[in-house]
């Protein structure tokens, strides 16, 4: 069986800055791993995802995450925040079923 | 783009009721899944269905039940509406393949039972 943690449960970023959410990963084989953003009273939205390609993969709204197996992270980054992405953010591992991390609340100051 | 429309945005109803939940996917997606999501709890599954008329138990099913008479459409059921059962509930679909290819959500469904 998998599981997922989300490293922070709340992140605070200014505007134009650097966003880092963190997701580690328990395995024994090559997962897929996916990284959602769900915004207030919404769905879940797809980033991103990773499925054995190339380790650092390219989403949506200029998000990226990088897949390090021997760390067992995949840690979501975007350059600069915008206020639009203040949500919460999902970490998911798949293999025999989907599990989800608890999520990441991203909070961008003005 | 995948679209996965939820009947209802919010719904209120009372204790006892039969409540039906409504999800339609249009892309043809093999399999569909129900979610339910609540504070300090995270996304947790309640069925999933991998063809028509074909159904999965998954997390926590009790109180539930789910129907799959056509592909793309899959209906969650709470055969007696209890107010623990107040959630927010996701429905999800993607291709045949099923855990290699990512989950597409629709908007949700937030369920009131007084």
């Known amino acids: 069986a998998q599981s997922v943690t989300q490293l922070d449960s709340h992140v605070s970023v200014s ?16 997962p897929s791993l996916f990284w959602y953003v769900q915004h207030p009273n919404k769905g879940l939205q797809l980033l991103l995802k990773y499925t054995s390609a190339a380790t650092l993969v390219k989403g949506i709204n200029g998000f990226e995450a990088e897949f390090k197996k021997s760390e067992t992270s995949f840690h979501l980054t975007k350059p600069s925040a915008h206020m639009s992405d203040a949500a919460e953010y999902f970490c998911v591992v798949s293999d025999d079923q989907f599990y989800f991390g608890t999520g990441t609340s991203l909070t961008v100051i003005p | 783009d995948v679209k996965v429309t939820q009947s209802s945005r919010y719904l209120v109803k009372r204790t006892g009721e039969k409540v039906f939940l409504e999800c339609v996917q249009d892309m043809d997606h093999e399999n569909m899944f129900w979610y339910r999501q609540d504070p300090g709890l995270g996304l947790r599954l309640i069925y999933f269905s991998y063809d028509v008329k074909m159904k999965e138990k998954g997390d926590i099913p009790e109180g539930y039940s789910v129907s799959r008479e056509k592909k793309e459409r899959f209906s969650l059921i709470l055969e007696s509406a209890s107010t623990n059962q107040t959630s927010m509930y996701l429905c999800a679909s993607n291709e045949k393949g099923r855990f290699y290819s990512p989950l597409h959500f629709g908007n949700g469904t937030r369920l009131t039972v007084t």
């Not at chain 1, 134009?16 to 084989?29: A, D, E, H, I, K």
């Open chain 1, 15 to 30: 505007e134009g800055t650097p966003v880092l959410l963190r997701c580690n990963y328990s395995s024994s084989y090559s």
